[in-house]
């Protein structure tokens, strides 16, 4: 599978078959002691089944290929190991009582595993923030230089967005610690709710207020929207460092590492593949999102239209965002940072980035905007088509020097203006 390119062993581990089959065996048995401790099973029941609670997946799968029924093919290969006492498993459940809880299970394991991946990037991203907070570049709006900036506030948001969806995953994370133990429909007919409750303590999970035979889909559907909006978020970062890299910008580049090769025809590339594949990667987890929001509408208690989307689309969510947490990391490790050439981009045509500084300082002097606007305009649009320098245009046009002096015009494109006021604002998130 192409899914095992990306997926890391960790987060693999938690959707193998192994941990699918050990979950399901770790509910059983807690309902099971659950029944003891209600006095409704022998005492020591709990105990010896236990001892003897073993399953081969291998045996799992040639009894489903007749029943097609995974957890009877399941519950049929434990019963051959336990033994007589395998009728006391299983009392007044529904497959979905082990298949949801098993689900949610694993959806607060992936979580824990991708909210720590999230932390690890918050700290290198943090880090990136403060060093260069001083640093001078282009602030751009439409693709097109606007105003100073530096480049430690441009990651300060980023660093603010991330913190945002280091508290979404928590709050989805709370929501989805859920199981539901309650039976066909969900009233507990062949159970009681003590039992639930008995059995989710163990797990770890609470119990949800009301179920049917499943677990409401508007709580995994949470889930994948917190999974998306992480992705966009990386793939919002990740194209800002794309554009950075392009040869006319050069501002900053992915990593290109010893013995790496760009391109099979052109030996001088060295293309950002890192964050295209992020890109990509983030389009996949917009679409789970719309598929998981397509199982929230189920037929009366449940229907099963949801079960083989899950399957798929759950495992592979969580392991690509995981991935693009951590590949993340390494890019703003290993990245490089070009200070000269957000510089040399600064000053482009003479710092007609300034233009807006001049503007209101003519109308500060008395000018009308509109006047104002038309003089700078003028000369901007000068200093770009004909490749001047603005800045020595303006010192040099009798209009503007009879409103602004030198000191004064000096200030107009003295850069710390425009940033001056970044230590506070980036103070806000680290």
Known sequence: MELDRYAQSEMKAIFSEENKINLWLDIEMAVLKAWETEGAVPEGTYKAVRSNAKVDIKRIKEI????????????????????????????????SDILDTATSLQIKEANNLIYQELEKLESVLKDLVIRTKDILCVGRTHGVHAEPITFGFKLAGYLLELKRNKERLQNVSKEAAVGKISGAVGTYAHL??????????????KPLEVSTQIIPRDIFANVFSAWALIGSFIERLALEIRHLQKTEVLEMEEPFYEGQKGSSAMPHKRNPILCERLDGMSRILRGNLIVSLENTALWHERDISHSSVERMIIPESAILTHYMIK???????????????????LNFRGKLICSQRLLLELVRKNMLREQAYKIVQTLAMKAFNEKMNFEQIVRSDPEIKSYLS?????????????????????????
Do not use: W
């Open 64 to 95: 489903e290929s007749v029943v097609h029924h995974e957890i009877i093919a399941f519950l049929t290969a434990l019963a051959e190991n336990v033994g007589e006492r395998s009728r006391f498993i299983h009392l007044g459940l529904t497959s």
């Open 192 to 205: 009681n709710p003590n039992i639930e409750r008995l059995t989710l303590e163990q797990l770890g999970l």
């Open 327 to 345: 590949t993340m990391i390494r890019i703003l490790t290993d990245c490089k940072i070009y200070p000269d050439n957000m510089m040399e981009n």
């Open 406 to 430: 030198e000191e004064e015009l000096n200030e107009v494109f003295d850069y710390k203006y425009f940033v001056r006021y970044v230590d506070e604002i980036v103070s806000r998130v680290i």
